[in-house]
């Protein structure tokens, strides 16, 4: 029985979930499987991969052949790397202590270059917010100019309109002044 560590999906339609199985190559893919082994969730950034490591390396060690994306996933969470230290050990090139240092230095630079890019994603998150917060107080400052703008004429004509109307009376008053002393 030809056994693959595959993903089997789950989630609803547009938000894939997976679950890392080891399950036999004849069955379906979300079918039956024999051990599973771990998640992954693809929908966050970095994606969120939960692995149950040497449960995956048990199942290398057995034979189980990996499909390309689970091969990259036990990969990336070192499975692969320990499953070659345990190579190395059992030919006697490495003693356990040797195999257990090495991959748990690698787990550590591993984690180093995660939480960096995760920093930098909230570095650019923050960034980008900061940036857009600029812009809506410039398109925000931009209306307040075209509203005093608007405002602006309305308020000129209506002391242009002050300023004719007296000017108007002071014209007509001397004219009617004329007239009453002319009616005398």
Same mark, same amino acid.
């Given at each position: 029985m030809p056994v693959k560590i595959r993903l089997q999906r789950h989630g609803k339609k547009g938000k894939p979930f997976y679950w890392v199985v080891a399950a036999d190559s004849r069955a379906k893919r979300d079918g039956k499987y024999l051990e599973k082994l771990g998640i992954y969730n693809p929908n966050t950034n970095p994606a969120t991969i939960e692995l149950n490591v040497d449960s995956a390396v048990t199942w290398l060690q057995n034979g189980a052949q990996p499909t390309e994306t689970a091969g990259r996933i036990l990969s990336y969470k070192g499975a692969l790397l320990k499953n070659h230290l345990a190579g190395g050990v059992r030919k006697g090139a490495l003693t356990e202590e040797? !195999?257990?240092? =090495?991959?748990?230095?690698?787990?550590?630079? #591993? /984690?180093?270059?995660?939480?960096? =890019?995760? %920093? %930098?994603?909230? #570095? !650019? #998150?923050?960034?980008? =917010? !900061? #940036? /857009?917060?600029?812009?809506?107080?410039?398109?925000?400052?931009k209306r307040a100019a075209e509203a005093a703008a608007a405002l602006a004429p309305e308020v000129e004509e209506s002391t242009e309109e002050v300023t004719e109307e007296p000017a108007a009376e002071e014209t007509a008053a001397p004219a009617s002044d004329e007239a009453a002393t002319e009616e005398k």
């Open positions: 040797q !195999a257990e240092e =090495k991959f748990n230095a690698w787990l550590e630079q #591993k /984690a180093a270059i995660v939480s960096n =890019k995760v %920093g %930098g994603l909230d #570095k !650019a #998150k923050e960034e980008a =917010k !900061a #940036k /857009a917060l600029e812009a809506e107080k410039a398109v925000s400052e």
